[in-house]
């Protein structure tokens, strides 16, 4: 599968929800549906490195499948609102690069060789 960048996931998902009538669910109907996706990563994650194994009866499934949910109803959101993600995402970087520049130890690049 080809790299895309994130404005063209946005646009294919653009396109997949267009087809229907019912187009994009509202805000808060997707909040709750990214709360479920977030929580169904969860046992996920619990399964795989918690102390909660998985009973024989329950389907198998993946961190990735499940984070897989979560970027789409992420992409879903921001498109219905008209929120380029490219640009959301320099804004945090940005936000990360000057509020946390010092916060973190940094990996010494001369000691790692």
């Not at 709750?32 to 998985?54: I, Q, T």
């Not at 921001?78 to 490219?86: H, Q, V």
Request: with cysteine; glycine share 4%.
């Amino acid at each position: 599968m080809t790299k895309r960048s994130l404005q063209e996931l946005q646009l294919e998902v653009d396109q997949y929800i267009s087809q229907f009538k019912e187009g994009y669910f509202s805000p808060l109907a997707m909040l709750a549906r990214m709360s479920e996706e977030v929580g169904e990563l969860a046992r996920e994650v619990n399964h795989e490195f918690g102390e909660k194994p998985k009973k024989p009866s329950e389907e198998a499934n993946s961190i990735e499948l499940e984070l897989g949910d979560i970027l789409f109803i992420t992409i879903c959101f921001a498109n219905s609102l008209g929120i380029d993600l490219t640009e959301a995402h320099d804004k945090i970087m940005h936000k990360f690069r000057t509020r946390d520049a010092d916060r973190w130890t940094k990996v010494n690049t001369e000691e790692a060789k």
